[in-house]
């Protein structure tokens, strides 16, 4: 199994307070992203990473920040949660090759998040 | 929205039996994937396909690819209990890495 970590896997928290979830790898991969997974829309991804710093908007962004200040760590974060962001939240990584990234993801275990 | 879309939502089937369920996208591709989804669990990569691959074989999984009509399918030969999950395709075209709902495949023993 890829070596992935999401933290916590499981937070229940209040509407309005800021919530961080981190992804750790121990693959050494460049990519990696931020997925939500809700019933009704499958996989949306939040946001990506391409490298150290490097990050970009996916298709549901708005609310959520991320930072990526070391290869290994992806950090999502919620300023303000509210009760439309409780879901199901998963890390991916993928790995770059000479011939450009083939988009083969390994994922993460995922983190519950609850807001009230 | 390029998102790629399976066919059934739902399919449950007798052990023994063959799976087939389909994918549909719209956009040009770089390659195709198709991945499973035990409850509870990530997604777990079973095979991908590039955009100048018609079929592909790994195990008792067989994909194919039709660029013309955009579409792919995935078929589980002799399915088992253990296949039961869902199962997504993800279609790889520039950055963006995008997901349908999936196929919810239930195998009764």
């Known amino acids: 199994d890829a070596g992935i970590t999401q933290s916590p896997r499981h937070k229940v928290t209040e509407t309005g307070t800021p919530v961080t979830l981190r992804c750790h790898q121990t693959?050494?991969?460049?990519?990696m992203y931020w997925y939500r997974q809700d019933p009704g829309h499958g996989l949306r991804l939040i946001h990506y990473?391409?490298?150290?710093?490097?990050?970009d908007k996916g298709e549901v962004s708005d609310g959520y920040s991320v930072s990526r200040s070391k290869t290994e760590d992806f950090l999502l974060t919620l300023e303000s949660a509210t009760s439309s962001q409780t879901s199901v939240y998963f890390c991916?990584?993928?790995?770059?090759?000479?011939?450009?990234?083939?988009?083969?993801?390994?994922f993460g275990e995922g983190s519950r998040l609850t807001v009230l | 929205s390029q998102q790629g879309e399976e066919d059934p939502q739902a399919l449950s089937i007798q052990e023994g039996e063959n799976a087939t369920m389909n994918c549909s996208y719209k956009?040009?591709?770089?390659?195709l994937q198709w991945y499973r989804q035990n409850s509870g669990r990530g997604l777990v990569h079973l095979i991908l396909?590039?955009?100048?691959?018609r079929e592909k074989h790994s195990g008792r999984l067989r994909v194919t690819l039709d660029t013309s009509k955009k579409s792919s399918s995935l078929l589980i030969t002799a399915s088992r209990a253990a296949d039961t999950a869902s199962y997504f395709c993800?279609?790889?075209?520039?950055?963006?890495?995008?997901f349908g709902e999936g196929t919810q495949l239930t195998v009764n023993p």
């Open positions: 991916a990584i993928s790995e770059s090759s000479r011939s450009g990234n083939t988009g083969e993801l390994f």
């Open positions: 693959e050494n991969h460049r990519y």
């Open positions: 990473s391409y490298g150290v710093k490097d990050t």
């Open positions: 956009t040009s591709i770089n390659n």
């Open positions: 396909i590039r955009s100048n691959e």
């Open positions: 993800k279609e790889t075209s520039g950055s963006r890495l995008t």
